[in-house]
């Protein structure tokens, strides 16, 4: 069996170790980390996400799998984010409230750093007071929402509410994304962009910004 495949298997039995060790090895015989990335991690979690489905996998099974894509994108992390100097803007980032998938969103943060922004990364479960407070204080340019189930989706929509009551929305650009969210609902609500994937995210902050 090949790394991508070592890497994709490990992901779905949540095999941490084996994943751990083929990233190690693939990175060091020279595939590059956006490979691994995009052609067996983010692939292995769309089928947890199948299998879940399909009521083969349950919650455990789901975590376990994350795990095991979190290992192994510790490994590539260095690789994915390239330093620069002094950063180009400030973006808070977040998943929304009631929502605890963080590998998306952990994906952006990596990505939007990697294109020389510094990221405040909240983590999960963050309300709208939290991520409108969060900017004030940071006077972030940017706030990157991610939503991974259809009911905590809402929450992008009071996010933008509190920055308005907070006297701030013109002050910062909304940026949502994760599986369930389209351009229609980004519209709806009033956000400033939608990006399918952490790379198109961090393309889309550039582009906001004007840099
Ligand atoms: Co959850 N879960 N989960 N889960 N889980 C989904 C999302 C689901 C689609 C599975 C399914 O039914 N097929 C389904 C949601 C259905 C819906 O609402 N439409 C679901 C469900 C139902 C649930 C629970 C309710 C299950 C339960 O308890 N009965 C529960 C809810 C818990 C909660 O949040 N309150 C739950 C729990 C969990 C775990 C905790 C076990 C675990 C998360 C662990 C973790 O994140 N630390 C988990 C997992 C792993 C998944 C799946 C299998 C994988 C998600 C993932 O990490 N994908 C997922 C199925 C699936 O997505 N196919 C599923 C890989 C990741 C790289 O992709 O996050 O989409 P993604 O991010 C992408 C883009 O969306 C985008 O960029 C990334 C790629 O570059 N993106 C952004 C994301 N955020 C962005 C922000 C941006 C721009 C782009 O701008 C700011």
Known sequence: MGHKETIFEGILKGNMQAVQDATTAALS???????????????????????????EYYVPEMLIAARAMKAGLAILRPELVKEDVKPLGKVVLGTVK????????NLVAIMVEGAGFEVIDLGVDVGPADFAKAAQENEAQV???????????????????????AGIRGDVKVVIGGAPVTQKYADEIGADGY???????ATLVKQLLGV
């Open 98 to 105: 009631g929502d605890l998938h963080d590998i998306g969103k």
């Open 195 to 201: 990006a399918r994937d952490a790379a198109g995210a």
């Open 143 to 165: 706030i990157g929402l991610s939503a991974l189930l259809t009911t905590t989706m809402p929450s992008m929509k009071g996010t933008i509410e509190a920055l308005q009551e």
């Open 29 to 55: 015989e020279g595939t590059a980390a956006g490979q691994l990335l995009n052609e067996a991690m983010i692939p292995a979690m769309a089928e947890v996400g199948r299998l879940f489905e399909a009521n």
